[in-house]
């Protein structure tokens, strides 16, 4: 989910940074993986290159424990909390309520706010939400289109309130935030907003008349074939899901052979329903491939459906809107509704050239980069790698690195001594330890030997 700063690892993403603790020659898949004492699921992914719809699985590797105490082995089918790879859910929601004329998202939320709305956020007597500013003498209320909630330009603040409990409906989540001031105007930047997403959802809800798991579970999760993809604002403490993976922490020697030295608990420790649309959905990697492959197909005979009745709405929900970084010469990062593109500089092509995301709650991280394929015979190709289809044009591909571990390189006299001395948070202490590579580093080392 759940980053709240402007300061993400986006010069990382397409440019392998070396690690001091992870130094690899020519290595294979698995052992990309094992050298650095890796826990968690992988796996690539590439369209059939004669079968419409079919996707081939090029490698898939589970490594570590998906239960540390009954020592049980990492399922492929192991359950994640997918983090901020839940906003995309919202922002299709949302294009499907438009499709259905029940919203306009280029208009502002102002448009579709009333008196019962400001009651539900607990300000009860308020007739419209009215941000402003920070640090602006301006006080006019400000207004704000859905477009920006979906692309971070809204500026909605973000203060970490996601890891309370959840307050009993998703109106009230947003309510801890409905006070405060903007951090900018509406539209002028990028801001990583997890409140944005908040809000969003409860429109889904409004908009539909459904709780946001039921509207996502019929017209999404089913239409799409998810099985095992679900949405549970109370974080399994009204159902134990035993496929869920243990988040923990991972203290590895930083000389030899990387030997284990200590496991640590790691734990969200807060309700789902407080993430809500910012990050509250539990999926499988074969889920959301599912999901990426179904709806981010832009032949003719595809082009979004079954989530979508347009084909102009995936185009809309993939167009890059919002700079966030530059990764080279020709290439940078932005945010379209829901999701990281790369595209050209200039954004002339009408599609972005890649989509990716790794969500993030605690120690649970879920990278997915797809890379866009041919787009009919006459389309153009965007993966620069093999995989060529039968006109010759690349085929889409999809890697996916997923990890319920936060792995720190420490020998065991610093950790002892780090829990002797008593001094700072624990956070604290572990930003000063060398970590594993990140897991766009490890998608990106993967992707390229394929």
């Not at 981010?296 to 082009?303: K, L, R, Y």
């Not at 979004?304 to 530059?326: C, E, I, M, N, S």
């Not at 599609?351 to 890379?371: D, K, Q, W």
Request: glycine residues 10%; proline residues 6%; negative net charge.
């Amino acid at each position: 989910m759940i980053r709240t700063a402007t300061g993400l690892l986006f010069a990382l993403l397409l440019v392998v940074v070396p690690v001091a603790a992870f130094a690899l020659h020519d290595p294979t898949p698995s052992s990309l993986f094992t050298s650095c004492n890796f826990t968690g699921n992988v796996a690539v992914r590439r369209a059939h290159a004669s079968v419409p719809g079919a996707v081939d699985v090029l490698y898939r590797g589970e490594f570590g424990h998906l239960d540390l105490r009954g020592h049980l082995p990492m399922p492929p089918d192991a359950h994640y909390p997918v983090a901020s790879n839940t906003k995309v859910y919202i922002a299709i929601a949302l294009y499907q309520l438009q499709e259905q004329q029940r919203v306009d998202l280029a208009r502002p939320i102002q448009e579709y706010l009333t008196a019962a709305d400001m009651a539900a956020f607990g300000v009860p007597g308020e007739t419209n939400y009215c941000p402003t500013v920070q640090g602006n003498h301006d006080t006019r209320c400000r207004n704000i289109t859905f477009e920006q909630l979906l692309d971070m330009t809204a500026g909605i603040a973000d203060q970490g309130l996601q890891f309370l409990p959840f307050p009993g409906s998703l109106g009230a989540v947003f309510g801890r935030y409905v006070t405060k001031p903007l951090v900018h105007e509406p539209g002028a930047s990028f801001y990583y907003s997890n409140p944005s997403f908040m809000l969003a959802a409860y429109f889904v809800e409004k908009f539909s008349g459904l709780r946001l798991q039921v509207y996502l579970k019929r017209n999404i999760f089913d239409i799409v074939g998810l099985e095992h993809t679900y949405f549970d604002v109370f974080n399994g403490k009204m159902g134990f899901d035993p496929l869920r993976v243990e988040e923990h922490y991972k203290f590895v020697d930083p000389t030899g052979a990387h030997d284990l030295v200590a496991i640590g608990a790691c734990s969200s420790e807060f309700d789902m329903g407080s993430a809500n649309g910012a990050g509250g959905i539990v999926s499988t990697q074969d889920d959301e491939a599912q999901l990426y492959f179904t709806l981010f197909n832009f032949s003719s005979n595809a082009s979004g459906r079954p989530v979508f009745r347009d084909p102009a709405t995936l185009r809309q929900l993939v167009r890059p809107r919002t700079w966030v970084g530059t990764i080279n010469s020709a290439q940078n990062s932005y945010f379209a509704q829901g999701l990281f593109v790369v595209a050209a500089n200039n954004r002339s092509a009408t599609l972005p050239a890649s989509i990716f995301y790794e969500g993030e709650v605690m120690c649970s991280h879920t990278m997915n980069v797809f890379r866009i394929g041919a787009i009919d015979g006459a389309g153009r190709g965007r993966h620069q790698g093999g995989g060529a289809g039968p006109e010759g044009h690349p085929r889409s591909m999809m890697t996916q690195v997923w990890s319920p571990a936060m792995t720190y390189f420490v020998s065991a006299a610093t950790l002892e001594e780090a829990q002797l001395s008593q001094q700072g948070s624990f956070l604290g202490i572990f930003a000063g330890w060398p970590r594993r590579p990140s897991l766009s580093q490890l998608a990106y080392l993967l992707e390229a030997m394929f």
